[in-house]
């Protein structure tokens, strides 16, 4: 299940990026987490639990807003 991710509230702080056991998660340019490797991705929602901005949770999707 690939987490969603509402790019408009991350910071940019990286605890997701640094918590995701499968080292699925990355920042882009603009510090903004995105799925990097969903092939990696688990589905065990660290990131979103790990997340203080709510801005990731494993609710399952497809894409996310960096894909549209």
């Known amino acids: 299940m690939i987490p969603k991710i509402k790019r408009q509230w991350c910071k940019g702080c990286g605890i997701c990026v640094e918590f995701c056991p499968k080292k699925a998660l990355a920042l882009d ?27 990731i949770s494993a609710d399952g999707g497809e894409k996310n807003e960096r894909d549209e």
């Open 29 to 55: 340019d603009e510090r903004k987490v995105y799925v990097a490797k969903p092939e990696a991705c688990s589905g065990c929602n660290l990131c979103g639990m790990r997340c203080p901005d709510f801005a």
